[in-house]
């Protein structure tokens, strides 16, 4: 089984900072791996996938980068709707999780 | 556009059986798979299985073999997720994906909790 960690755990930026969030995988996945983003209440929402491919209707600041074991989720200038948890996932695998608060 | 509608609030004994929908529009319902994936509580997602319903196929997380079943009626478009032997830890959200690799769509979720 594969094992996706992703870091920081939490994330305190201010909105117009970027924000950098980190995906390591246990083994090669290629560029098999997505991104989603959940707010309170809310179903998780496709931001990326094949690791660099954004989703339909997500804005140009979301960019992710990354092969193999190491990927990045890039959010160029934080909007005030960017503050939620962010998660990796490849196939049935997800990552635990990074919350990005307001500082 | 794309639709996935769940079925509502569940409230479960421990032991007994729970059934959640998901109703799926505004694509063809055979051309692509149908994930669950559950979140507990103030915590993280969580993979239970995937149904392919062009041919019923099935792959279930292991720790919940024999106690799930997944199933879809092709004629309405819905897909159904079955858990048995419900205990206090299977309290959480229950959601459908659309899904082959990633899960583009999602269900609204489904609150299932167990308790007595």
């Known amino acids: 089984e594969i094992v996706l960690t992703q870091s920081p755990a939490t994330l305190s930026l201010s909105p117009g900072e970027r924000a950098t969030l980190s995906c390591r995988a246990s083994?090669?996945?290629?560029?098999?791996l997505a991104w989603y983003q959940q707010k309170p209440g809310q179903a998780p929402r496709l931001l990326i996938y094949?690791?660099?491919k954004r989703a339909t209707g997500i804005p140009v600041r979301f960019r992710g980068s990354g092969s193999g074991t190491d990927f990045t989720l890039t959010i160029s200038s934080l909007e005030p709707e960017d503050f939620a948890v962010y998660y990796c996932?490849?196939?049935?695998?997800f990552g635990q999780g990074t919350r990005l608060e307001i500082k | 556009q794309v639709q996935l509608v769940q079925s509502g609030v569940e409230v479960k004994k421990p032991g007994a059986s729970v059934k959640v929908s998901c109703k799926a529009s505004?694509?063809?319902?055979?051309?692509?798979?149908i994930s669950w994936v559950r979140q507990a509580p103030g915590q993280g997602l969580e993979w239970l299985g995937w149904?392919?319903?062009?041919?019923?196929?099935?792959d279930y997380a292991q720790y919940l073999q024999g106690r799930v079943t997944m199933t879809t009626d092709t004629s309405t478009s819905t897909a159904y997720m079955e858990l048995r032997s419900l205990r206090s830890d299977d309290t959480a959200v229950y959601y459908c994906?659309?899904?082959?690799?990633?899960?583009?769509?999602w269900g609204q979720g489904t609150l299932v909790t167990v308790s007595s």
């Open positions: 994906a659309r899904s082959l690799t990633t899960y583009d769509h």
């Open positions: 505004g694509y063809t319902f055979t051309t692509y798979g």
């Open positions: 094949d690791a660099s």
């Open positions: 149904i392919r319903p062009h041919n019923g196929n099935t």
């Open positions: 083994q090669s996945v290629s560029t098999y």
């Open positions: 996932q490849q196939r049935s695998n």
